[in-house]
């Protein structure tokens, strides 16, 4: 069954190769021609599918046929189903060319891998395969390894929200099936911070001084290279070059939460969820929602949200005269309670946060 199954012509009794009534000779034979045709089974080459997530691509194969008769092959594919191949026989006229095309249709982010063999119809052209095999001209199978490499992961929808520090944010989205299967979608959450940017005052002033002597590159030079310095001071312990700050990042909490840690979502159906944005720090975020079913396909959408600077504690009333000074106290708490209230509601309680 797998002989025929490879398209291979040896005529065989298993039981005749029995080791009680096995004839060597036979068996020698058996061998040698395993030895002969099993490697055109080998993939002659891997072929590469770059695309991004839920995009399709497209490979094409040129295939040429230097003898004089008709040859004939069918396609078949072995692996996985996002391969598919745009004809399952393929004719190659006398000394000609034709072009075989393989569409991807990438559902993972992951690597997945397919075999494509051409298996030849040695009865196409000359009628027999006892002819053809005497002739000599009969065509050898071809193997290549599909492989697909998922560059980058676009998202179906983007969702656009604002918050300030510290409050929380409730976000509804509504989450459709693209698929044409029930799935059982696993969410993860992928969290990207941009903090806002100060603007560098003293490069734009020692600028303006350079630019009004004409010599403005050569005098912003230093001042550039002491900023460098006094950052890289401002950043590491003296003497031992040990970040002081390393692990910040590391016990901040995520600005992004939910709950839903499975959605069920029969084929092309629309749900919703809740996804929490409570962000500790001012900026840019981005997350990726991604929805993965190991058997079914993978999706994401998007999230971008700007959080702004956090509601002020207290206000504070000053009135004096002209050209004259007042000096105010300002009381400072000990406790942040907007960050407290903000840490109740991250998850895990914002273990291991150290505060700002």
Not at 98 to 103: A, D, Q, V
Not at 163 to 188: G, K, M, Q, S, W
Not at 319 to 336: D, R
Request: charged share 20%.
């Amino acid at each position: 069954a797998s002989l025929r199954e490879l398209g291979l012509g040896f005529s065989c009794n298993p039981e005749s190769m029995m080791p009680s009534v096995a004839n060597a000779r036979d068996n020698l034979l058996f061998v040698l021609y395993l030895y002969q045709h099993l490697p055109q089974f080998v993939p002659r080459t891997t072929i590469e599918f770059r695309c991004t997530l839920g995009s399709l691509a497209t490979k094409t194969i040129e295939l040429r046929n230097p003898t004089g008769h008709l040859v004939q092959y069918h396609v078949q594919l072995d692996g996985s189903r996002d391969f598919r191949a745009a004809e399952q026989t393929i004719l190659i006229d006398p000394n000609g060319s034709t072009t075989l095309e393989i569409e991807l249709v990438s559902r993972f982010s992951r690597p997945v891998e397919a075999l494509l063999l051409l298996k030849p119809d040695s009865n196409a052209g000359n009628g027999s395969e006892a002819v053809s095999s005497v002739l000599g001209e009969t065509p050898s199978a071809m193997a290549f390894q599909l492989v697909s490499v998922t560059t980058s992961r676009r998202s179906i929808k983007t969702i656009k929200c604002s918050a300030r520090t510290y409050d929380p944010l409730a976000i509804e989205v509504e989450v459709t099936n693209p698929f044409n299967f029930d799935a059982r979608f696993a969410i993860e959450l992928v969290e990207e911070h941009a903090p806002p940017q100060p603007e560098d005052k003293s490069r734009k002033a020692g600028g303006q001084r350079g630019a009004g002597r004409g010599r403005g590159k050569r005098s912003g030079g230093a001042p550039a290279a002491n900023r460098a310095k006094r950052q890289q001071g401002a950043t590491t312990q003296s003497g031992t070059g040990w970040p002081i700050r390393s692990n910040l990042k590391e016990v901040r909490p995520k600005a992004f939460s939910t709950k839903a840690g499975l959605l069920r979502l029969k084929a092309n159906e629309t749900t919703t969820f809740k996804l929490q944005f409570c962000p500790f720090y001012p900026g840019d975020y981005r997350c990726q929602v991604v929805f993965l079913d190991e058997q079914v396909g993978e999706f994401l959408y998007e999230v971008i949200a700007e959080a702004g600077l956090p509601h002020p504690f207290t206000s504070i009333q000053v009135a004096c005269e002209a050209k004259q000074s007042q000096t105010v106290s300002i009381p400072l708490a000990l406790e942040n309670k907007a960050l407290t209230k903000a840490l109740a509601v991250a998850p895990a309680g914002g273990a291991g946060f150290t505060g700002l």
